[in-house]
């Protein structure tokens, strides 16, 4: 699940066992239940659920949604079993945030730049929710796109750390011209746009929208939201 090796590894063992320290190994002491423990991997190795919510424990915000999308988006797990697990732990420090990234995942959401754009530009300014990730069938195969507006011909794509690198970029143009091609509206945007502009972002976005035929009205964030400013 991460892509950097780990400078330590984590080990748990029996409480009543004692054993050496030794580098590069870091010990925790459990009561060893049945649920926690893969049946079938080896070396014997707790499930990819306890895993993920043991490793969060000492977390960051950034780091519990990065992990949270990255082991569901590769499918190692899903947000169901992830809910169900946590729901039999008596206590995380992160309960809260874990339980409202894995509802965004249910949306679809693959990435923490997608949960930024879901939770920063589309709720916080009235828009609609497009459909997330969704595979859609043509001449040269299934396509995806990280959001779609269906009703309004309009896509966005997100170019995220991970998903998008550098050296993909021509692949990301050439989806774009075909979608163009198409008669969608195409708008990418990247981490500084949705991270450090996400008004303008959403001025854009409905601006887009509004011309392919959406009869909402945005609503502003704040006094000083572009698209009150823009009103």
């Known amino acids: ?29 459990s009561a060893w239940t049945s649920e926690s423990v893969h049946p079938g991997r080896t070396p014997t190795r707790t499930r990819i659920e306890h895993s993920v919510l043991d490793h ?26 992830l809910e169900d697990t946590l729901a039999g732990r008596t206590r995380h420090p992160h309960r809260s945030l874990i339980n409202d990234v894995l509802a965004d995942v249910e ?9 930024r754009f879901l939770r920063d530009v589309e709720h916080a300014h009235g828009l609609p929710c497009g459909l997330r990730n969704r595979g859609e069938a043509s001449a040269t195969g299934t396509k995806h796109h990280d959001v779609r507006y269906r009703g309004w011909s309009t896509v966005v794509e997100l170019d995220g750390r991970i998903a998008h690198p550098v050296e993909q970029a021509f692949r990301d143009l050439r989806r774009d011209k075909m ?5 969608d509206t195409v708008l990418r945007f990247g981490w500084r746009d949705v991270v450090g502009r996400p008004c303008e972002v959403a001025a854009q976005l ?15 964030c704040s006094d000083t939201c572009e698209l009150r400013t823009a009103a």
Do not use: N
């Open 56 to 81: 969060l424990v000492t977390a960051d915000e950034e780091c519990v949604v990065d992990v949270l999308t990255r082991a569901t988006q590769r499918r190692l797990t899903t947000a169901p079993r």
């Open 206 to 220: 409905t601006a887009a929208l509004q011309g392919r035929g959406w009869p909402g009205t945005p609503r502003p």
């Open 107 to 115: 949306q679809g959401v693959h990435s923490p730049l997608e949960r």
């Open 1 to 29: 699940m991460l892509d950097a090796t780990p400078g330590c590894i984590h080990v748990t063992i029996a409480e009543a066992r004692r054993v050496k320290p030794q580098l590069g190994l870091r010990v925790h002491r």
């Open 179 to 183: 979608a163009a091609l198409s008669g």
